[in-house]
């Protein structure tokens, strides 16, 4: 899928269900309150925002403590069958402190609730809403029949929704890095993946409000933003007289144009779909990162055939090959999956292998999870024993610590322009930021007047698997 799962800070799994609240919402002001946890994609915790926006416009503020919420959220993941069981085990939290609060409205949101439909009524007995990925602007009607004990459902997906014009609220935001959803839904139709089901068709949003949002959070302070589609690459929108198309390289570009102090990142790119007009657009801009999420799924060809992913293994080495050759200093992450249907030693080795090609910064690394309603489920046995695909991810996973640590090992010496998102958790003494290629850095704030937002030169001298330790450059 093309979008992260918990892309950059977000993918990091301890994020994962984190209470997102904007802030204590002021009792004078809002009459009642909501509690939202987001699951899974960066697509989900950015539909949160979405949702947050509705909300408010309805009087609902938002809070940290979901026993003082009238509304409970959680925005859900399908994708493997683990993030479902997660799901679960919140909600039967949820459903006690309902029992003791009965007036308490619980809602399922996401690809669970697109998924599952009214049979999560039937199974979760205290759910009261179920609302799919295109239907949150019916949020507001849906709780109202909810609130007189109705039980409401509205999976519909929908051809154009796009949520262009609601302008999300920005939750758990650190003021610098945010991200814009440029469109919805996927037509790839990979045999592993359930989000085509779940999201719909690929639609994508009105360029002109996909600016106006990035100029807006520029002047608000924020100087980075994650361009968020499940395939960017196939970004296309063309207006009402179709006198205006716009591809996704002239979209990166527009936005490059916001002002050269604004980052954009851009998740997830599929390597059928991703053009030299990119890399070059890439290139051209300073301000846009050089760093690419680049699912590969399985380094042999046979897999990625049955896998339905449209290249081969040389198809993709070749394209690493051509970032590289455009931008020898773009890092490169990718999404793996241990143990698809029929995966022998020697498909598993070929998966090894292309990580080695490809020297990859970071993985995000999985072992299949088979879904039901895929072409996968219907097609193909899940006859990998589970014992193998652990053991085969658990390589996979040697392998990544072991090209991050070099990656890592390979920046000592440089220095590099560091965006500072805020203080490191660890250290108030110490800034964290990230590289244009995504690397996080801790560094020493030492006399300097810098603040969040700002941009300082960093020259590193040690590094661990993860981070890269440096001390600021006097210029
Ligand atoms: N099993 C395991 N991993 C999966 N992904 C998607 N579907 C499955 C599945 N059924 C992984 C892919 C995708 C990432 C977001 O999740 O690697 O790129
Ligand atoms: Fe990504 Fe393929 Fe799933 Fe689409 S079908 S979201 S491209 S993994």
Not at 459 to 464: A, G, H, L, M
């Amino acid at each position: 899928m093309e979008i992260l799962e918990l892309q950059s800070k977000v993918h990091d799994e301890s994020k994962q269900g984190e209470a997102y609240a904007p802030f204590e919402a002021d009792p004078n002001l809002y009459k009642k309150r909501f509690y939202i946890e987001s699951y899974g994609c960066a697509m989900n915790f950015s539909d949160s925002e979405i949702v947050a926006s509705i909300l408010h416009t309805e009087g609902f503020g938002a809070t940290k403590n979901f026993e003082e919420a009238d509304l409970v959220l959680l925005n859900t993941c399908s994708i493997r069958e683990k993030a479902e069981q997660t799901v679960r085990k919140r909600l039967t939290e949820f459903r006690k402190t309902k029992r003791k609060k009965p007036g308490m409205l619980i809602g399922v949101l996401g690809c669970m609730a697109e998924r599952l439909k009214t049979k999560l009524l039937e199974e979760e007995k205290l759910v009261d809403l179920v609302v799919g990925p295109d239907a949150y602007r019916s949020l507001p009607s849906l709780i109202e029949e909810a609130e007189g004990g109705q039980k409401m459902v509205n999976v519909l997906l929908s051809r154009d929704e796009t949520y262009a014009d609601i302008s999300p609220v920005r939750l758990d935001s650190n003021g610098i890095c945010a991200f814009i959803s440029i469109m919805r839904g996927c037509n790839n139709m990979c045999s592993f993946c359930v989000v085509p089901f779940t999201r719909g068709r690929e639609r994508s949003r009105d360029a002109h409000s996909i600016i106006a949002e990035a100029k807006d959070l520029f002047d608000r302070g924020f100087r980075e933003v994650t361009l968020l589609g499940q395939n960017v690459d196939s970004y296309y929108w063309t207006d009402e007289n179709n006198h205006e198309t716009v591809t996704f390289a002239m979209l990166l570009e527009r936005v490059a144009l916001v002002s050269p102090l604004l980052r954009i990142r851009f998740s997830t790119s599929h390597p059928k779909d991703i053009t030299d007009d990119v890399l070059h657009t890439m290139a051209k801009y300073h301000n846009i990162c050089k760093y690419i999420h680049l699912p590969v799924q399985s380094g042999s060809s046979r897999i990625l055939q049955m896998m339905n992913r449209t290249y081969s293994r040389e198809w993709y080495m070749a394209k690493v090959d051509r970032i590289k050759e455009i931008m020898p200093d773009c890092s490169i992450s990718a999404d793996i999956i241990a143990g698809f249907c029929t995966e022998t030693e020697e498909d598993h080795q070929d998966t090894l292998s292309i990580m080695e090609y490809s020297k990859y910064d970071y993985s995000y690394m999985f072992f299949y999870s088979e879904r039901p309603g895929t072409l996968a489920e219907r097609r193909y046995t899940d006859d990998i024993p589970e014992e193998i695909k652990k053991r085969r991810l658990q390589e996979i996973i040697d392998v990544q610590s072991r090209l991050s640590k070099e990656s890592n090992l390979l920046d000592i010496g440089k220095s590099f322009e560091v965006l500072i998102e805020g203080e490191s958790k660890k250290d108030e003494k110490d800034w964290k930021g990230r590289t244009s290629q995504n690397k996080v850095v801790i560094f020493p704030k030492e006399n300097y007047a810098f603040r969040a937002g700002d941009y300082a030169q960093v020259k590193i001298d040690e590094c661990t698997q993860g981070t890269l330790l440096g001390k600021i450059i006097k210029n």
